[in-house]
């Protein structure tokens, strides 16, 4: 099967922890066929699912994550003690990908379109996106884009910290139109009908920061707002032609840990995408 490079839409990854098991679904249907996009933006665990596209490794993330879930050395209390972090980040971000579940460095590094991923500056409380391409084989901004308050600690990247880059840009769209794309393809992890409101735990994160870092505690209390507008404004591109959305069937647990029920939401996605596939294919021109 000949590669089909698409020229003039984008990709657009939300995050939302092991809810994108749903999004591996639906990247190993476009790895399957050899559909290369131009420009990719992700966000939070969006990003790790884009690595894996990148590389083209069909099932690595599903794999990865169904089969460390519920190891402690890869989610589990003790990692704070070592790293701060409830996910163990050496583990996670640095053997798993070098020593027990190979990732394809080479692949990575010369995937032909741009691909960028969104951090959010705790000076600022501004997201950045920084080119995947840069990123170091101890995978460096994929911790700070999924850098969770609370769950995780501050990811240096330079001199400046940052955390998840959905804290500031839930769905990165207008940044793939900043880049001059006027079609989307999305892969969302919420369910139809979805709108975000604060919740307790989110309230006491913005709490906590407020001091320290105000400006990023400001944009995590602003958040739900933002992601339901950027929502209707991704309705709207629907609405005009302009975007094609994958998203999943009924709602997915951010902390899922039923290894069953992850495969399920995997084959969710899949399915899906294997279904509209040539619906998909007209969308991109190919």
């Known amino acids: 099967m000949s590669v089909n490079e698409v020229r003039d839409c984008s990709l657009i990854l939300e995050g939302g922890t092991f809810r994108t098991v ?136 330079g001199n400046a910290p940052y955390y998840d880059g959905g804290l500031a840009d839930s769905i990165p769209v207008k940044r793939a139109i900043e880049k001059g794309f006027e079609k989307h393809l999305l892969i969302l992890t919420r369910e139809p009908g979805y709108l975000k409101a604060a919740s307790k735990s989110s309230s006491w994160a913005t709490k906590l920061f407020k001091k320290r870092y105000p400006r990023l505690a400001a944009a995590m209390n602003q958040r739900p707002d933002m992601y339901n507008e950027t929502m209707q404004f991704i309705s709207e591109l629907e609405q005009d032609g302009n975007a094609f959305i994958f998203k999943p069937e009924r709602a997915l647990k951010s902390f899922e840990s039923k290894v069953d029920q992850m495969k399920a939401n995997y084959h969710m996605g899949y399915e899906q995408a294997t279904k509209q596939m040539q619906e998909l294919k007209q969308f991109l021109g190919i």
């Not at 992700?42 to 690595?60: H, K």
């Not at 995978?139 to 990811?155: G, K, N, R, S, Y």
């Open 22 to 157: 749903y999004t591996a679904g639906v990247l190993d249907a476009l790895m399957e066929e050899k559909i290369i996009m131009p420009y990719i933006a992700a966000i939070s665990a969006g990003a790790i699912n884009a690595v894996s596209y990148m590389s083209n490794q069909p099932e690595r993330t599903m794999r990865v994550l169904t089969t460390y879930r519920n190891d402690p050395r890869y989610m589990g209390t003790r990692n704070f003690l070592k790293e701060k972090s409830i996910f163990g980040l050496d583990f996670a971000y640095n053997v798993v990908p070098n020593e027990l579940d190979l990732f394809d460095w080479d692949a990575y590094y010369n995937y032909p379109g741009e691909v960028e991923f969104g951090v959010t500056n705790a000076y600022t409380g501004k997201v950045e996106y920084k080119q995947a391409h840069t990123m170091t084989k101890t995978c460096d901004i994929l911790q700070a884009t999924c850098a969770i308050p609370l769950l995780f600690p501050e990811i240096k990247i």
